[in-house]
């Protein structure tokens, strides 16, 4: 299994981006999608996750401004990033798991945010 993520880059704060990530390979279809984000001498924090069944949990940090979605047809996961701020400046990892030890992660995209 692949994930490659992009749609990082550089916006000023109050702007807006948007990442995607395609998995491909033999993936199973009940699973959850997401994203995770690590900044600069920090640990990797959950950012959003999303259920093949569409629930979704968001880090406290980014509810209501951050929004998470997927095609399960095309196995894709979206995060639309709205409102963002220079605390949300960090690489930004696709992830993708099912069962208790199957886990896939993308490449990383740098999402940085200046004041």
């Known amino acids: 299994v692949q994930l490659q993520a992009s749609g990082g880059g550089l916006v000023q704060a109050g702007g807006s981006l948007r990442l995607s990530c395609a998995a491909s390979?033999?993936?199973?279809?009940?699973?959850?999608m997401g994203w995770y984000r690590q900044a600069p001498g920090k640990q990797r924090e959950l950012v959003a996750t999303?259920?093949?069944?569409?629930?979704?949990h968001y880090a406290d940090s980014v509810k209501g401004r951050f929004t998470i979605s997927r095609d399960n047809a095309k196995n894709t996961v979206s995060l639309q990033m709205n409102n963002l701020k220079p605390e949300d400046t960090a690489v930004y990892y696709c992830?993708?798991?099912?069962?208790?030890?199957?886990?896939?992660w993308g490449q990383g995209t740098q999402v940085t945010v200046s004041s």
């Open positions: 992830n993708l798991y099912w069962g208790s030890r199957t886990e896939y």
């Open positions: 390979g033999s993936i199973v279809r009940i699973n959850v």
């Open positions: 999303i259920e093949s069944r569409f629930d979704t």
